[in-house]
């Protein structure tokens, strides 16, 4: 009979259990518990002032002592307000779950919380073996393929990407002089909020908003450039078959970041065609530092690698994917915002 071999002896190495504790019990709980609120409608609720459990779990048909545990998690993380034991208000963070705030969150915590997401995630190790995005193992296919046989979900996909480029638009707008190029098409520009910011901040601009049809339809429905519609028009565009002629500079925020190194060329030479010898091509994206320090483009690049396959580059590496494409690499502008515009300029 063989015995059981000892255990190996514990490492003598210095270790600090904290930070990876916290990561690993509570990061997913209360990013899921946001989600939880955020689908439910908490913060709707509660805008017209406090109330309590009972009074939201009977409006919303759910378990009461399930959505206490939820808020009071929540109340505790600074999240909403537990006024007295059992009845919940909105605070200042709770307020961006609201679906009219001003800077709402709410459709960006209820994506990040779908099976879209959240799903693929649980495929990570898939995407770390071969390189493919967890969600093309989850969904079977393509994720933009699966968006286009999902209208709700396609809708709160644009309504998640309005949150980020709401947030981002003022400082981006602000962060570099678009009207010397007169004219500025947006290619990938979703429902128009980049644009119309760039365009109020920049008077003497005149803006092209580029984007399938149907996402064009949508912008049209959301009306952000309804204001500015003497000063803008709307044209169809693919990606990877055509960016339409007729602008001097041609803007694409956060698309390159969606590809692998291959598309990324393969998009970037149709921008090539389209723009101008007296033109450029602006990409604004959050680039990874050069060096090792912390940066929000890390977690975005991982959340690139398990959902579209795609990834954060640095500088230099943006400025190799544009020479092959046509392009020399002439500024990085920081902004504001976690943004950086990459000016580039046709050879």
Same mark, same amino acid.
């Given at each position: 009979?063989?015995?059981?071999?000892?255990?190996?002896?514990?490492?003598?190495?210095?270790?600090?259990?904290a930070?990876?504790?916290?990561?690993i019990?509570?990061?997913?709980?209360?990013r899921?518990?946001?989600?939880?609120a955020?689908?439910?409608?908490?913060?709707d609720?509660?805008?017209?002032?406090?109330k309590?459990?009972?009074?939201?779990?009977?409006?919303?048909?759910l378990?009461?002592s399930?959505?206490?545990?939820?808020?009071?998690?929540?109340?505790?993380?600074?999240?909403?307000?537990?006024?007295?034991?059992?009845?919940?208000?909105n605070?200042a963070v709770?307020?961006?779950?609201r679906?009219?705030?001003?800077l709402?969150?709410?459709a960006?915590?209820?994506?990040?919380?779908?099976d879209?997401?959240?799903?693929?995630?649980?495929e990570i190790?898939?995407?770390v073996r071969t390189g493919?995005?967890g969600?093309l193992?989850?969904?079977?296919?393509?994720?933009?393929?699966?968006?286009?046989n999902?209208?709700?979900?396609?809708?709160l996909?644009?309504?998640?990407?309005?949150?980020?480029?709401?947030l981002?638009?003022p400082g981006?707008?602000?962060?570099?002089?678009f009207?010397?190029?007169?004219?500025?098409?947006?290619?990938?520009?979703?429902?128009?909020?980049l644009?119309?910011a760039?365009?109020?901040?920049?008077?003497? $601009?005149?803006?092209?908003?580029?984007?399938?049809?149907h /996402?064009?339809?949508?912008?049209?429905?959301?009306?952000f %450039?309804? *204001? !500015?519609?003497?000063?803008?028009t709307?044209?169809?565009?693919?990606?990877?078959?055509?960016v339409?002629?007729?602008?001097?500079?041609y803007?694409?925020?956060?698309?390159?970041?969606?590809?692998?190194?291959?598309?990324?060329?393969?998009?970037?030479?149709?921008?090539?065609?389209?723009?101008?010898k007296?033109?450029?091509l602006?990409l604004?994206?959050?680039?990874?530092?050069e060096?090792?320090?912390?940066?929000?483009?890390r977690f975005?690049?991982?959340?690139?690698l398990?959902?579209?396959?795609?990834?954060e580059?640095?500088s230099a590496?943006?400025?190799a994917l $544009?020479?092959?494409?046509?392009?020399?690499?002439?500024r /990085?502008?920081?902004?504001?915002?976690?943004?950086?515009i %990459?000016? *580039? !300029?046709?050879?």
């Amino acid at each position: 009979m063989i015995a059981n071999p000892s255990p190996a002896p514990a490492s003598a190495c210095e270790c600090n259990p904290a930070p990876l504790v916290s990561i690993i019990m509570q990061s997913l709980v209360l990013r899921q518990s946001v989600f939880a609120a955020a689908e439910f409608g908490i913060a709707d609720l509660l805008a017209i002032g406090p109330k309590s459990v009972s009074e939201l779990a009977a409006q919303l048909h759910l378990d009461e002592s399930s959505l206490g545990r939820i808020l009071r998690l929540l109340a505790s993380e600074g999240i909403f307000t537990e006024s007295t034991p059992g009845v919940f208000a909105n605070n200042a963070v709770s307020n961006c779950l609201r679906s009219d705030a001003h800077l709402s969150l709410r459709a960006l915590a209820r994506f990040g919380g779908s099976d879209f997401v959240y799903g693929a995630f649980a495929e990570i190790l898939h995407s770390v073996r071969t390189g493919q995005p967890g969600r093309l193992k989850t969904l079977g296919m393509d994720g933009w393929e699966y968006l286009k046989n999902d209208a709700a979900l396609a809708r709160l996909f644009d309504d998640a990407m309005t949150c980020l480029s709401s947030l981002a638009a003022p400082g981006i707008a602000a962060g570099y002089d678009f009207a010397k190029w007169e004219s500025l098409m947006d290619v990938g520009g979703g429902n128009g909020v980049l644009l119309a910011a760039i365009l109020r901040s920049h008077p003497t $601009l005149r803006g092209v908003l580029a984007d399938q049809a149907h /996402v064009l339809q949508r912008a049209r429905e959301r009306g952000f %450039l309804r *204001a !500015l519609e003497t000063r803008f028009t709307m044209q169809p565009c693919d990606l990877f078959h055509n960016v339409p002629a007729g602008c001097r500079a041609y803007l694409m925020k956060s698309v390159i970041h969606d590809w692998n190194d291959t598309d990324a060329v393969r998009i970037l030479r149709k921008a090539r065609k389209a723009v101008p010898k007296n033109g450029a091509l602006l990409l604004v994206e959050s680039n990874l530092p050069e060096n090792g320090s912390p940066s929000r483009a890390r977690f975005v690049d991982v959340t690139m690698l398990v959902l579209t396959g795609g990834k954060e580059r640095t500088s230099a590496e943006y400025g190799a994917l $544009l020479e092959q494409a046509g392009f020399r690499l002439n500024r /990085v502008t920081p902004t504001p915002s976690d943004f950086n515009i %990459l000016e *580039a !300029l046709p050879v």
